[in-house]
């Protein structure tokens, strides 16, 4: 079973990094996605987030991980976990608020193999 992780930009609908993997996605591969996402965004000399960037996925146990919990604190992350559908709806949610003074979010998906999005009839929903 393949799975990806993708952070979005909620600001401006960018997606600054990603992880792939053949196999389920671990806390590490998911700290990993926070390096990549940080350096894209700030500078790969970054240590930690010039201001506090909120962090928001879904409460899988690869994101609610202590150790990635600890490591989004250290990195100037704000994780914010919510059931599976509400992490689907965030941008939704988010999109009154984007403008210059919002704060920034980073919504985090993640999937496993894409299941196609219509019935096996082939018509569309």
């Known amino acids: 079973?393949?799975?990806?992780?993708?952070?979005?930009?909620?600001?401006?609908?960018?997606?600054?990094?990603?992880?792939?993997?053949?196999?389920?996605?671990?806390?590490?591969?998911?700290?990993?996605?926070?390096?990549?996402?940080?350096?894209?965004?700030?500078?790969?000399?970054?240590?930690?987030?010039?201001?506090?960037?909120?962090?928001?996925?879904?409460?899988?146990?690869?994101?609610?991980?202590?150790?990635?919990v600890l490591y989004g604190h250290e990195l100037g992350l704000v994780p914010i976990t919510t059931p599976p559908p509400t992490a689907r709806r965030a941008m939704a949610w988010l999109r009154p608020s984007w403008g210059p003074s919002s704060a920034t979010t980073w919504l985090v998906l993640s999937s496993a193999t894409p299941r196609p999005c219509w019935p096996s009839s082939g018509l569309v929903r």
């Open 1 to 68: 079973m393949s799975s990806v992780a993708f952070a979005i930009d909620c600001h401006d609908r960018e997606v600054p990094a990603y992880v792939a993997s053949p196999r389920s996605l671990t806390g590490a591969d998911i700290r990993t996605l926070m390096d990549r996402t940080l350096w894209a965004r700030f500078d790969e000399a970054t240590l930690k987030a010039p201001h506090a960037v909120q962090w928001l996925s879904d409460n899988g146990p690869q994101y609610t991980a202590t150790a990635t």
